[in-house]
Structures are given as C-alpha cells and as structure tokens.
C-alpha cells in the first residue's frame, strides 16, 4: 500500500509540475516585410546557386518583347492577357488535331484563374512562359454536344468572369441572360458537334467545368504542354501587344 | 478494506492541496514568457527575390533574405515557431525542374516546425508529394484530409504539439475540399472532411487531453469568399469553433496588413492572418502568457 501511495503522490507530482497554467495576456500581431533591406543569408543564397544556375541556363534567353504590363485584371469579361492565351492555344493547336482527326477545334476555353502572372513590359523568355503558365498542363480537345455547348454558355454566363476563350463570342444582358452567342462568328447549331480546346486540369474537373467531359469520355489529349505552346509562340512572334476586345462582353443599361 | 480505501483517497486529495500550494509558490514569479510565431503561406516555389525589373513585385521575396530574417527573431527569442500553411509547390521553374525538392530542402534548412498541405501540393500528384517528403525535417499536418488509403498514410498527422518555455502549443492543419480544384488522378484516395466538425474535435482534444495553452490552426481554406459566403472559410471557421487562438491561412493570397480579430462561437477573440503569398512578407504573431495567474475574464489586449 505504501508503494501504491507513493506511486499515487508521483503521479500527481508528475501532473502538476508538467501542466502549469497560462494565461494569455498580451497578444502583438504584425507582417514583415520581405525585401532588399534584409540581408541575404549566405548558406542559403550558396545552396541555390547551383540549381538556379541550371535552370536559369535554359530559360533566359530572350523571345520575344511585350509592348505593355500585361494582367488577367486588366479586363471585366475578356482580357489581353487571356485573349493572347486562348488565341495562341487555337493557332498552335489546331494543325495537330487537324493533322490527327480531320476536324478544327471551334473553341479554346482556359480558365481565369490559369493565368498565374502578369507578363511585364519588356523582353519574354522561356521564364515569362513558366510564370503565366507554370503547370504542366496539356491541351486536351472534347467534343461538345448541343447540351454541353449550352452548358458551357451559361458557365460563362453565371460565372461572369475573364475566362480566356477564343472562337467563341457572347454578349450578355445587363441581367446576365445571354444576349448573343456566336461560334467562329456564326450562329451556334445545337445540333453539331463543336470541338472545344482546354486544358486537360479543367478536362479533368478544375474549376468546376464538368460541361467538357463527354457521356462517352472521348477527348484527344495533343500531348502538348501549354507552357511549351506559349514558349513556341513567342518564338513565332516579335512582339507580345494582344488587346482587349469584344468576344466576351455585358451590354450596359442605356 | 473500505476503510483503506478511504485514507488512500483522502491520503490523495491532500497532497493535492499541499502542492497545489507548492505549486503556486514555485511558480509564483509571474514573469511574462513570450511565444513568437511566425508564418509564411502560399509560398509558390518562389525562392529567389524578385527581380528589380518585375512589372508588381519589384525586388521583394526571396528564401534566403527570409532565412536572415528568422535567424534574427530566433536570436532575440528563441520561443519561436516557423509555420506554412500550405501551397508550398508551384509557381516558379524550380518546381519544374526538381519537384519540390529545393523547396522543402531550404525549408528545413529555415528550421520550418510544421506546415500543412494546399491543392498544390497536390501537383505533381499524392506520389510526387510523397516522394519529396524525405527532404522535409519538419512535419505535415491535416486533420481534414483521411490519407488511410494513400500513400501518406501515417505521415502526415492531425495536429502536432511543442513545448516552448514551458508553454504547450497545439497546431492543427486544415486543407480545402480538393474535387473541382485537384484532379483526381492527383489525389487519389484522399478524403476531404468538412472542417468545422474537425476543428470543433481538434480544439477539444488539444485544449482538454492535451492540456494546450495555445491552439493555433494551420489552414488552407482561404480567408474568406466574398461571393460565395457560405463555403468555408477561415472566417467563417473562426465563428463557429471555440477555444483556437490563432487561425494562419492560405489560399486565396489574401495580403492582410495585420491580423484580423474575429468573434468565436463563444464571443472570445480569435486572431485570423494570411501573408499573401510567393514570400514576400512573413507573419509574426506574439503570444504574451503569465504563469499562475487566474484568467482575465476580458481576455488578451490584442495589439494589432
């Protein structure tokens, strides 16, 4: 029994000296910032050097030049930088599906949120592409039915933002309903089959765009990093100066 | 035999008393101990600065400036935790040349405690983020995401303790619902919980069996959707739990200039922040405790 109580008076010792009770008193919130005024840590600045060396070999060499500041916030429903995207995607991709299947891609769809830099005014190089497209996504072309082409109208309709499209035009009523909608400047035939070009992220599900996957599955996937798509165009270009247009627009009250 | 049962007890209840009264008196100084925690989110693979002649962030970030900078609030306090909310992944070429590798290297090499998961860490899939976790000495929380049927199993835990000074910290780590922003073939067999009842449990276990003084949640929910108010978020979460003291958020690369004070379920103040994102600012939140003093029933001044 003494062993016992003994054992009893260790383990409220134990417990009691172990948990002392705080109490908060004072709590000081604030952000740092992170710039040229601190000082670079030399082990670590000498730890990236070599796998920035490599990677900076391959990328900085220039490609082309951007006549502006390029951002996906420049515009309400369409933007430069986006229209660029969705064009180049149409233009680059089209000879190889063509090539594969006989048939043109009608429409390129991205997302918004896809876009994940600003392009600076300026030189552009293979890094300006990994910037605005770091993911290794491919493009990926689906068929679309009359229904999911209807989907896929009022998703940008609901949705109201700068999705980047290409072949594609819609108007909206200041209520958001759709006021016109063109396929490469025709009027849309529900019952055609047009081929939708994206990016196998939102293929697979990203952002919410299920209208792109067919009862079937079919898509072709090209095998075609976008990144890589947009290091080949800025090759094919001199100068970056896409604008902001009419393809995706809300009509306003008069 | 009844009898010995009793003097046991009473024998028990009084040495209780005695050191409560020890206690008190050994612990009596009352000097204010102080817990620095400091935190990064949506990092993005953004480990050089960026360059004096970028068109936003002219000159600002870099992981070996914020190295110098911990180092610095290390020395003058050493009670200091460095947390990241997740996203660590994505967003410069290094990613794609090394997978993370780099990213996680120079994290520990920051001395990182602990982080948790965002949908981009997910990128190049549950393997490739279970490949690179060998390069990470520090470890990975989240208590939402059930990884039984993953590859992650048993590597990535609900919550974490530490003691500093004496204090009890408990982190928990919260992620976002991954279908609709992850493919699948990325995530695999992963399972998104819903947060609130997690962090309702997390902050029970952590603040009644763990006996923690602070609760802190590392989330990648984002801090809040203006226009979809109803999906969680870190506001929204701080509303509807109790007992968590801090929430450190991510996601959707909210810059706060200073932490947000908001109302939990219970009217007491929990501090909600988010630093953006690509490293270009680090959070810092201190936590000034006393030792056996009764609680102020006003709570904290909070100084924001």
């Given amino acids: 029994m003494k062993i016992k109580l003994l054992f009893l008076f260790a383990a409220v010792l134990l417990t009691t000296s172990c948990k002392q009770e705080h109490s908060t008193t004072k709590i000081e919130g604030k952000r740092l910032d992170i710039n040229d005024s601190l000082e670079t840590n030399p082990d670590i600045e000498a730890y990236i050097k070599p796998y920035r060396e490599r990677v900076n070999r391959d990328l900085d060499s220039t490609l082309a030049y951007a006549a502006e500041t390029y951002t996906k916030n420049d515009g309400e429903y369409n933007t430069a930088i986006g229209n660029f995207m969705a064009d180049a995607v149409l233009e680059l991709s089209n000879p190889i599906f063509n090539s594969r299947t006989g048939n043109n891609i009608n429409i390129v769809l991205l997302n918004h949120g896809g876009i994940r830099s600003i392009i600076s005014k300026g030189n552009i190089t293979s890094r300006t592409a990994y910037e605005v497209m770091p993911f290794d996504n491919v493009v990926v072309v689906t068929p679309l039915k009359g229904q999911q082409t209807k989907d896929l109208l009022s998703f940008l309709a609901s949705r109201r933002r700068a999705h980047p499209i290409s072949g594609l035009k819609l108007s909206l009523n200041p209520d958001f309903s759709i006021n016109e909608a063109l396929i490469n400047n025709t009027e849309i035939d529900y019952d055609k089959t047009y081929y939708v070009a994206t990016s196998d992220y939102l293929y697979n599900g990203g952002d919410s765009m299920s209208f792109l996957r067919s009862e079937d599955g079919t898509h072709y996937d090209l095998e075609y990093k976008i990144r890589n798509l947009l290091i080949d165009y800025f090759k094919k270009i001199d100068t970056l100066q896409p604008t902001i247009d009419d393809r995706f627009i809300q009509l306003k009250d008069n | ?304």
Avoid at chain 2, 107 to 125: C, Q, V
Avoid at chain 2, 214 to 233: F, R, W
């Fill in chain 2, 1 to 304: 035999m009844k009898r010995r049962t009793f003097i046991q007890q009473t024998t028990a209840a009084g040495t209780l008393i005695g050191l409560g009264g020890l206690t008190l008196s050994s612990f009596s100084s009352q000097t204010a101990k102080r817990i620095t925690i400091l935190h990064t989110n949506d990092v993005h693979s953004h480990i050089d600065p960026f360059g004096p002649n970028d068109g936003r962030n002219a000159n600002k970030g870099g992981v070996a400036r914020r190295a110098s900078l911990v180092e610095s609030i290390r020395k003058d306090n050493p009670n200091t935790l460095l947390l990241d909310a997740g996203d660590i992944f994505q967003g410069t070429p290094y990613f794609n040349y090394y997978g993370g590798e780099l990213e996680f290297k120079l994290m520990s090499m920051l001395k990182y405690d602990l982080a948790t998961i965002g949908n981009h860490d997910f990128d190049n899939g549950i393997d490739g983020l279970y490949a690179q976790l060998p390069n990470a000495n520090f470890d990975f929380v989240s208590a939402n995401y059930d990884f039984t049927n993953t590859v992650l199993d048993t590597h990535v835990k609900p919550y974490k303790t530490f003691l500093k000074d004496g204090v009890k910290i408990g982190v928990f780590g919260l992620g976002i619902e991954l279908d609709g922003l992850v493919g699948k073939k990325h995530y695999k067999e992963t399972v998104y919980n819903y947060p609130v009842e997690i962090a309702q449990d997390m902050s029970r276990i952590l603040k009644e069996d763990e006996q923690c003084d602070l609760v802190i949640c590392l989330s990648h929910l984002g801090y809040y959707y203006k226009k979809n108010p109803d999906k969680i978020s870190d506001l929204i979460l701080a509303r509807q739990t109790k007992d968590i003291d801090l929430i450190i958020g991510g996601h959707t690369h909210t810059f706060l200039p200073k932490p947000t004070v908001e109302k939990n379920s219970e009217g007491k103040n929990v501090l909600v922040n988010q630093v953006g994102c690509y490293g270009l600012y680090l959070g810092q939140v201190d936590f000034y405790l006393e030792t056996g003093k009764e609680k102020k029933a006003e709570g904290a001044t909070i100084i924001v």
